[in-house]
């Protein structure tokens, strides 16, 4: 779930492979590895393919259930009278419909980190291959007469061009891109999930983020994030559908939350108090 403008956590990673890469000495130290160890995980391993299947197989399962059931609904934010609206699902993009994995290869064997020009720029030669299973469910969801909105954290001065990759992947994407929402200031999706809400009854949400499901999912640190997830126990698997992102996002951010962790040295040190040993 990037936001046009990658977390300082996300960033600090890049720069730290960018510097390995660009003195070639050695082999990195293991805490400068995150962003390139979930990277080849994402695009190497069984089982992220299978888990990523796994998720939209079982949410097209659920779709069926929720378009029976008038009362179900998967977002926080539906108002009284949602009963009678038309179905609707919302998904994130970057890591939920669309892998970004190949820029991050891109950007560590230039030997740079992220930038908004660069990221722009991967978007127009078509952004990254499709996440698996999400194209099937996408279609199935359409078929069945269910509208599909993208809600993505990528600024508004991109929205023509993510609009073109999820149309170019065969993702429906309307002909004036109005089912492809992106954000202004506000990284909070509670407002856009709102204004869907106000319109449609949301049957099943998708993201890779805390943010993408509910406000109080982004924020605060492990602790706080576990216990929010856990108020929400019945929702997943059921109406919340979380796809698998370790590059980066604000479960990243949340590790220094309160702590000193500017300079890569503290930061590894903030990670160290944040590891549990039982």
């Known amino acids: ?16 492979l960018a510097l390995l890469t660009a003195c070639g000495g050695g082999e990195p130290p293991a805490h400068t590895t995150t962003v390139l160890d979930g990277a080849l995980w994402m695009q190497q391993s069984a089982e ?10 079982v949410a097209q399962e659920r779709l069926d259930q929720a378009l029976d059931d008038r009362s179900w609904t998967a977002a926080l934010e539906q108002g009284s009278g949602y009963e009678q609206l038309p179905p609707a699902v919302v998904l994130d993009v970057d890591e939920t419909v669309l892998q970004s994995t190949s820029y991050t290869a891109e ?42 909105y993208f809600v993505t954290n990528n600024r508004d001065t991109l929205h023509t061009l993510v609009s073109a990759a999820l149309r170019e992947h065969g993702y429906p994407v309307r002909d ?12 909070d999706k509670g407002p856009r999930r709102r204004a869907v809400a106000a319109e ?4 099943l949400i998708f993201g890779d983020d805390g943010n993408d499901f509910a406000t109080d999912l982004g924020n605060g640190v492990g602790a706080e994030r576990a216990a929010a997830a856990e108020r929400y126990s019945q929702r997943w698997g059921r109406s919340w559908f979380l796809l698998p992102n370790p590059m980066y996002g604000s479960w990243m951010n949340s590790l220094f939350e309160g702590l000193d962790a500017e300079t890569p040295t503290e930061r590894w040190r903030a990670k160290m108090k944040r590891l549990q040993t039982q």
Do not use: E
Request: net charge positive; proline share 2%.
């Open 48 to 57: 992220y393919w299978a888990l990523a299947t796994q998720t939209y197989t």
């Open 176 to 187: 004036d891109n109005s089912n492809v929402i992106t954000r202004s200031d506000v990284r």
């Open 1 to 16: 779930m990037r936001d046009g403008v990658t977390s300082f956590a996300a960033r600090w990673h890049f720069a730290s």
């Open 200 to 203: 449609h009854r949301i049957l």
């Open 107 to 148: 950007r560590i064997a230039a030997g740079g980190g992220y930038t908004l020009a660069t990221w722009r720029d991967w978007y127009q030669t078509g952004g990254g291959k499709p996440v698996p299973g999400s194209l099937d469910f996408c279609r199935y969801a359409i078929s069945r007469g269910v509208a599909v």
